[in-house]
């Protein structure tokens, strides 16, 4: 049965909507990519993690907040990563790396990259890739509407599919995720699993 937009209303009405977890609805990049450990997702990124040890959600949102490794601070990106069945699942609370072409080309090399993300301005993003080539995107931070669409054919029908509702753009981003990986994402494994985390370096 294909999941639909309202079968993740749990995501902003039902769950997280509360002290940290409003700011991971707010902000958020999720990334599923297929056949990578955790392990393997830390040096794809070339990212540090010695100095972090694995978190729940409620820490890792707190500490993707904290100042010191803000996107913005030039610190890079903070991200939590845990393996669901063949994928490694990747949780940015207010960060952006699965939607860089550079990280998601070296993350999805020989491989499937699904990733979605939403900042606090509003501005969302979906990019599918596979072995290093965007596949299918959207960029509702282009200013060119008629471009902000690559693959407009199939992101179309996978919308129609699953019902895809402009006002819960998440719920329907979500549902897409899972049409094309195959991975439910529910409130257990966002809250039980516990992530290896660590900081990307900036993108060029």
Known sequence: ??????????????????????????????????????????????????????????????????????????????????????????????????????????LSAGTLLVSHFLNVNGVEDFLCMEDGRERMALESSSPDADSSIRSAEEFDEIARLVGFDLAHSSESFLAMAEYLTGVKVTPELLEQSLYLCGVAPPSP
Not at 71 to 95: K, L, M, R
């Open 1 to 106: 049965m294909i999941a639909t937009a309202a079968d993740y209303a749990w995501f902003t009405f039902r769950r997280f909507t509360y002290d940290e977890y409003t700011d991971l609805r707010e902000a958020y990049c999720f990334t599923l990519v297929r056949g990578l450990t955790p392990e393997q997702v830390i040096t794809r990124t070339g990212a540090e993690a010695g100095d972090f040890p694995p978190m729940g959600l409620k820490e890792l949102i707190r500490t993707a907040f904290s100042s010191s490794v803000r996107p913005d601070s030039g610190y890079g990106h903070f991200f939590g990563v845990v393996a669901v069945d063949d994928w490694a699942f990747i949780v940015e609370p207010n960060g952006f790396m699965g939607v860089c072409p550079d990280i998601a080309g070296r």
